[in-house]
């Protein structure tokens, strides 16, 4: 799903808004998986899940909250 990950990695409030309406005419056929990602993921957590808002927000690369992966990155790093 392009339309996805496009909607997901926009980097401004506005393409955010014009990568939604083609989320919304590429599922089109779907309205109630559409109405559902919207209602339950896309309106209530954009401003923790999506790079329009998250990017506002220094986090110096680090873009999990799980340890584990970090460290693992960090060591991978360094044997290559």
Not at 4 to 26: A, M, N, R, V
Not at 57 to 74: A, C, D, K, P
Request: glycine share 2%.
């Amino acid at each position: 799903m392009d339309c996805w990950g496009c909607l997901t990695d926009c980097p401004s409030e506005q393409q955010f808004d014009e990568c939604l309406k083609k989320f919304e005419i590429t599922c089109s056929p779907w309205l109630m998986f559409v109405d559902y990602v919207k209602d339950t993921w896309i309106i209530p957590h954009k401003e923790k899940n999506f790079s329009a808002w998250t990017n506002k927000v220094m986090h110096l690369g680090n873009t999990t909250i799980n340890r584990y992966e970090i460290v693992q990155l960090f060591l991978l790093m360094l044997m290559n």
